[in-house]
């Protein structure tokens, strides 16, 4: 069975006691067990010797004279290099208003004087595995976050790549129609259209994969964005769509919001695509662009009145490549939610949806207003 004095984790310990007895039995006390000790005698000392090299834990006194340990506490939480480091306090004051001071100056731990060992061991080595783990998250994160970015820049490397031998193919198989029209009326012609339609949905799935990357990439330049002016671009890119489905877009007048036009461009694109797309048989698309206030963000609303989507799919249909139907029922690479959610994550805004089979689904997403001219 581990005892607390097995369970103590190697570390470097900032001991911090104005008494040089006390210095002296919790350094003892500490060597015993394989820990590496450090000693201050005051809160001076403590602040440099924490900077030079900073420690793993640090025991700190709270009676001291000149700087008391509550101080020091808050002078270490205060310095970017110090205010990661966990601080227990060690005292003979055990009223609950000490112990509150104790906690709200930044300590994350507190023992009373006259002191157990073996709760003194327990307690360094829980701080301890605490500190490792955290270390381990942060690095973990950042490799996440690395592994990420370099998925994005492959992701948008290859896309442009693939694009001048996929303009190749389109643009001879559409010669070998032109030059040979003898060609449309023979057996062949089924698989130049297949060739065609292939290479028509591999060029959408290019774009979308460039779109889903570059929302990735470096945090984007925010600006104010006229909704009424964005809106009226996004209905010109759509207008062979909209006009070919005889859709019905309602909206009303749309404020003025902070963003990057390119990337808000493509998330209200996407999003009315979608109302297009997916939509019932013999049924005129009907699409309607909402938005109300909220403290300082807007709250906007697309509602279609598609086929809709089951409940328990609605937690999947942002993420990347995932599909609901075939893409000879309802074209599409599976990717334009997921780019939407991006979109909207770097603005540091919410996309949600809801939706019920037969009677269509709605798209709420959040955006940042303008701030007002007083701050």
Known sequence: ????????????????????????????????????????????????????????????????????GYEVCERLKADPLTQAIPVIFISALDDAIDKV??????????????????????????????????????????????????????ASVVSHDLQQPLQS????TKLIGLTCPAVQQSPAQPYLKSILDASDRMQQMIQDW??????????????????NA??????????????????QLCYGDLPTVMGNEVQLMQLFQNLISNGLKFVRPDTVPQITLSVEPLPQAWQFSIHDNGIGIEAEHLGQIFEAFHRLHD?????????????????????????????QPGLGSTFYFTLRAIPDSDG
């Not at 003892?28 to 000392?45: D, E, I, Y």
């Not at 004087?113 to 998250?137: C, N, T």
């Not at 460039?210 to 909704?227: C, E, K, S």
């Open 1 to 68: 069975m581990t005892s607390p004095n097995d369970a103590v984790v190697k570390g470097d310990i900032l001991i911090v006691d104005d008494t040089p007895d006390n210095l002296r039995l919790l350094s003892a006390m500490l060597g015993r067990h394989q820990l590496g000790v450090r000693k201050a005698l005051t809160g001076q000392w403590a602040i440099a010797a924490a900077q030079a090299a900073p420690p793993d834990l640090i025991l700190l006194d709270i009676k001291m004279p000149e700087m008391s």
């Open 210 to 227: 460039l779109a889903y990357a570059q929302a990735g990439q470096a945090q984007p330049t925010f600006a104010p964005v006229d909704g």
């Open 327 to 355: 893409s000879q029922s309802y074209p599409g690479s599976g990717i334009g939610l997921a780019t939407c959610q991006k979109i909207i994550e770097r603005h540091g805004g919410q996309i949600w949806a809801e939706s």
């Open 101 to 154: 001071k104790a906690f709200a100056a930044g300590g994350a731990d507190y023992i009373t004087k006259p002191f157990q060992e073996a709760e003194v061991l327990a307690r360094i080595a829980h701080q301890l595995e605490l500190r490792r783990l955290q270390a381990q998250l942060v690095a973990q994160n950042e490799e996440l976050v690395r592994s990420n970015r370099e998925l994005e820049q492959f």
């Open 169 to 172: 193919i389109l643009g001879y």
């Open 230 to 247: 964005l809106l009226d671009q996004v209905i010109l890119n759509l207008k062979v769509a909209l006009t070919e489905s005889q859709a």
